[in-house]
C-alpha cells in the first residue's frame, strides 16, 4: 500500500522548486535583459501607452470623485491583506480595485468604465486599482515582491503641498503631479509620506517588465504562480468576500492585454 506524502511536506517542497526553479532565475533575468534596465524611477517616455493614459487622466479623475462620494464601500489595504498593517496605521490607505493578480473585478470595472478601458491598453498589466492615501499617513519602508513586475502611478488628487507628499524609492525622491506619471522598481527598499492635510490619490498599476519574446514567457510563467500563491489569494478572496457584501462581484476573466510591442 502506497502511502501518501504529508501534505505539508508536498507545499513545502512545490514552494522550494517554485523558488529554485522559476522565481530566482526570472528574477535575474528580468533585471538583466529588461529594455529599460534597472534603477528606481524610470522616464515616462521609455513606455509609449503611458500617454494615452494621461490623456485621459481627467476622465479617470471624475469616475474616482463618483467612488469618493460613498467612502464607506472602499475598503483600506489592511482589510484585504492584514500583512500590510505592518506598513501602515489603521484605516490610512485604502483602495478600490478593478484588477487584482489577473482578476477582473466585475463591478468596480463597470463603475469606472473609462478607467477600466485605459488600464487594459497597459502591456502586461496583472493588478490595477485607486490607491487612496489619507492625511498625514507614512507607509514605512518596505519592498515588492517580484522584479518582474515594475510600478505605475498616474497622479488623480494631489495635495497643494507637492514637497510633503512624496516618495522615497532606493535613495532617489519624487513628488506625485495631477495627470502626470511615475514609473519605478518596487524591489527597491521605498517609502511614502503625506505629511499634509489633504488625501493624496493615484491610480496604482503592476505591470509586467518589458522583456525579450522568450524571457517574457518565462516572467509570465513566474507572475501565473505568483498570483495564486496564498498571499495573492488572500486578497482576491477578500475582494470577493467584500463585494458580496456590498453586491458587487468578481470574475476569473483574465485581464485583456494590447498585444503592443515592449518598449
Known sequence: MKRRLPARLVIRAASLA???????PGEKLARSFSSVGRRPFFDPSEFAWIAGLEAGWTAVRDELRALLRERGRI??????????????????????WLYAYGRRIAENCRRCPETARLVRTIPGMKT??????????????????YAGFLRYHLGLIVPRQKEACRIRVGSEVAHWEEGRSLVF????????????????VVLFVDFARPLPFLLSVLNDAVIRVFSRTAWAQE?????GERNRQTGAGTTGEPPVIARTPAN
Open 75 to 96: 475598503p483600506s489595504v489592511e482589510e484585504l491583506s492584514p500583512e500590510q498593517a505592518k506598513i501602515v496605521q489603521n484605516d490610512k490607505w485604502k483602495s478600490y
Open 18 to 24: 517554485f523558488y529554485h526553479v522559476l522565481y530566482r
Open 185 to 200: 522598481d518596487d524591489t527597491y527598499p521605498h517609502e511614502v509620506w503625506n505629511d499634509t492635510d489633504e488625501e493624496r
Open 128 to 145: 490595477a486599482f485607486f490607491s487612496i492615501l489619507a492625511p498625514r499617513a507614512h507607509l514605512a519602508e518596505h519592498l515588492g515582491y
Open 235 to 239: 486578497i482576491v478572496e477578500n475582494l
